[in-house]
């Protein structure tokens, strides 16, 4: 009787146990692939989504900049219209101005103001202008000093171009709120 108990096995029986294993341990491997083959599969297909994903997502972010830039381009071309617009409302009333002192300067024109025919003070001290050789029909009007009229015409021109700089700025507001 073999030592420690143990009865000897045939060269058959091992041979079959072996066969077993082996193939135990080859069916265990190939169902290691086979698993490795079908995750490898998800994760190239989740790849690719995730890529379609991001490449979805750079277009719209792309599509939603050039957006933002044609309208920027937009609005600064109409705030650049818009300011020449008001510079040439601006040069305008300067010019305008620069002649009315000009004719006022040479005597080519004279402002005057209206009397008030009910006021008693009125007919006092200020003569109504009249023209060399004729008669002047109408309301009585009193001429000004050439000093004064110019501090007027100075008054206006200062009035003009405050009223064509709020232009501008309210322009400028509408764009922007646009």
């Known amino acids: 009787m073999p030592a420690f108990g143990l009865m000897p096995l045939s060269f058959r029986?091992?041979?079959?146990?072996?066969?077993?294993?082996?193939?135990?341990?080859?069916?265990?491997?190939?169902?290691?692939q086979i698993q490795d083959w079908?995750?490898?599969?998800?994760?190239?297909?989740?790849?690719?989504?995730?890529?379609?994903?991001?490449?979805?997502?750079?277009?719209?972010?792309?599509?939603?900049?050039?957006?933002e830039q044609d309208k920027r381009l937009a609005?600064?071309?109409q705030l650049q219209a818009s300011d020449q617009t008001?510079?040439?409302?601006?040069?305008?009333?300067?010019?305008?101005?620069g002649r009315l002192r000009?004719?006022?300067?040479?005597?080519?024109?004279?402002l005057s103001v209206l009397l008030d025919a009910k006021d008693g003070a009125?007919?006092?001290?200020?003569?109504?202008?009249?023209?060399?050789?004729?008669?002047?029909?109408?309301?009585?009007?009193?001429?000004?000093d050439p000093a004064h009229a110019q501090r007027i015409v100075g008054i206006t021109d200062a009035g003009d171009r405050g009223l064509?700089?709020?232009?501008?700025c309210q322009a400028y507001i509408r764009a922007l709120g646009r």
């Open 122 to 144: 009125a007919g006092c001290a200020v003569p109504a202008t009249a023209a060399t050789g004729g008669l002047v029909h109408g309301t009585p009007r009193a001429r000004l």
């Open 86 to 97: 008001h510079y040439r409302a601006l040069s305008d009333a300067q010019r305008d101005q």
């Open 13 to 32: 029986t091992m041979a079959v146990a072996v066969l077993l294993a082996v193939v135990a341990a080859v069916a265990g491997a190939l169902a290691w």
């Open 38 to 67: 079908r995750f490898g599969r998800q994760l190239a297909e989740q790849a690719r989504q995730h890529d379609e994903t991001l490449s979805r997502m750079s277009q719209a972010a792309a599509a939603r900049q050039q957006a």
């Open 102 to 110: 000009d004719r006022l300067a040479t005597a080519d024109l004279r």
């Open 75 to 77: 609005l600064e071309q």
């Open 164 to 168: 064509i700089a709020l232009r501008a």
